[in-house]
């Protein structure tokens, strides 16, 4: 047999030999993870994880903001550079390595010893190596490089939903103490007429000097929660500001001009269990990573074995021309020890990402249960509470009417007063929790995700 039919033979068995299956576990193979059939209090079908939910508010102030904030946020930008990232990762990634160089040198020299004038010079040299994924090293690294590409996908979705999370708070607490400023003004109102009552009552002996302290201290209690809840308004606003990567100057002056505050819409509904492994990005982030770790694992193994490659090499040395081609044979026998301690590592990471996503899903159940029970009970907190303010508002009506027939002391009148000034900021509060608990629920199925 001739040297190069023996070539081509080695170059038959090498290539046969990379078509072998790639050592190491498989990361598209992941085990199915365990979820309860159902949720505790679980209701209806879920809503789709690419929904809008948020339009379920009716709010065209809120709407028109996130959509402005969607191309604009640096949080968003920030994961959408970590995607691209990914991206020049899984490109740079192959199924064969390949290096190719070359170098060129100009200069004279001496043909001997004898005063002979040197010789111009001129030598050029090419030469390309290429490696055979013998073992699926190079396979496994680019199924990792995939991978990373998927958790970088679904962190991105993660922090879109973590970014609406705040901004629907941020903007449903700014209407909420709009709501605060609003009640507290016509609570400073009333007590400004109930003091003239009272100054006119001191004015013919029917009233006291205790009872007129008495009064402007509760005028003056209301008007100094003012400036607080203006002081958590603006906070509310530049906390948007930050979010939309807005300027706060037009975005103060559009929320000053008011709106209602956030309701409660119906629902949602959350489906079952099984559905945030779709759903949640967060589950299909930690899948990801999980994947990409046990792609390493099987790049460490190969590095455990044997490699080929096929040098060839071309040099023009002054016009002479020389080449040389053949394969070479890589035996990684003195660093095994280094190599087997790298994969025992690549090992453990495996398992440890393997616990993390069985515990994103774990987290993930106990984060739509806990949604669950708080939106239900805040629901009915905020009903009861607009009960009790609805009562209040009436007791107050009545003891104004007694108050001015003289059927009632002026302390159960102010009495009344405190306590209608303080059950309806609590409803509200309480609304406002609700509405937002409604978000929650929705984001902790996934709904929004993108």
């Known amino acids: 047999m001739t040297t190069t039919m023996r070539r081509r033979a080695l170059l038959g068995s090498v290539l046969a030999l990379g078509a072998c299956a790639a050592v190491g576990p498989d ?16 209701e209806g079908a879920a809503t ?15 709407n028109r903001l996130i959509g402005q904030g969607l191309s604009q946020s640096f949080d968003i930008m920030a994961a959408n550079e970590r995607i691209r990232a990914a991206q020049a990762d899984l490109a740079g990634t192959g199924v064969l390595a390949s290096q190719v160089g070359g170098t060129t040198t100009a200069g004279r020299e001496r043909a001997g010893g004898d005063g002979i004038a040197a010789a111009a010079a001129n030598t050029a040299n090419l030469s390309a190596s290429l490696v055979f994924d013998l073992f699926g090293g190079a396979r496994r690294a680019r199924e990792g490089a995939a991978a990373s590409l998927r958790s970088a996908q ?9 970014w609406l999370a705040e901004v629907i708070a941020a903007y449903a607490d700014a209407r909420y103490y709009q ?68 300027q706060a100057a037009p975005l103060m002056a559009q929320m000053r001009r008011g709106s209602a505050p956030l309701r409660t819409p119906p629902g949602p509904g959350t489906g079952v269990p099984a559905d945030l492994l779709r759903s ?7 899948q990801a990573d999980y994947a990409a770790a046990l792609a390493a694992v099987g790049v460490a193994t190969a590095d455990l074995l044997p490699a080929i490659s096929l040098t060839g090499t071309v040099s023009d040395r002054g016009g002479a021309t020389t080449w040389g081609f053949g394969p070479g044979l890589s035996l990684p026998v003195l660093n095994q020890g280094t190599l087997q301690a790298a994969r025992s590592r690549r090992l453990s990471e495996a398992r440890q990402a393997e616990i993390a996503w069985k515990s994103a899903i774990a987290a993930a159940v106990e984060d739509v249960q806990t949604a669950q029970s708080n939106l239900r009970r805040y629901r009915q907190r905020a009903a009861t509470l607009d009960g009790a303010a609805a009562s209040y508002d009436r007791a107050y009506t009545l003891a104004r009417q007694n108050f001015e027939e003289g059927a009632l002391a002026l302390v159960d009148l102010l009495e009344a007063d405190r306590s209608r000034a303080a059950a309806r900021l609590a409803a509200a509060q309480a609304r406002n929790a609700a509405a937002k608990e409604w978000a929650v629920l929705q984001i902790a199925t996934g709904a929004g995700s993108r």
């Open 27 to 42: 990361p598209d193979a992941l085990p199915t993870p365990a979820v309860p059939a159902g949720f505790q209090e679980g």
């Open 280 to 286: 949640r990005p967060d589950i299909r982030a930690s």
């Open 179 to 246: 709501q605060a400023l609003a009640l507290t003004r016509d609570t400073i109102s009333t007590r400004e007429g109930t003091l003239e009552v009272t100054r006119n009552s001191l004015s013919v002996g029917i009233a006291t000097e205790y009872d007129l302290a008495q009064t402007e201290a509760l005028l003056q209690t209301a008007r100094a929660d003012l400036p607080n809840y203006e002081a958590q308004f603006n906070a509310q606003v530049y906390r948007l500001s930050t979010l939309l990567n807005l």
């Open 48 to 62: 789709p994880a690419q929904t809008a939910f948020w339009s379920g508010y009716n709010d065209a102030n809120l």
């Open 154 to 162: 679904a962190q991105a979705q993660t922090v879109h939903l973590a």
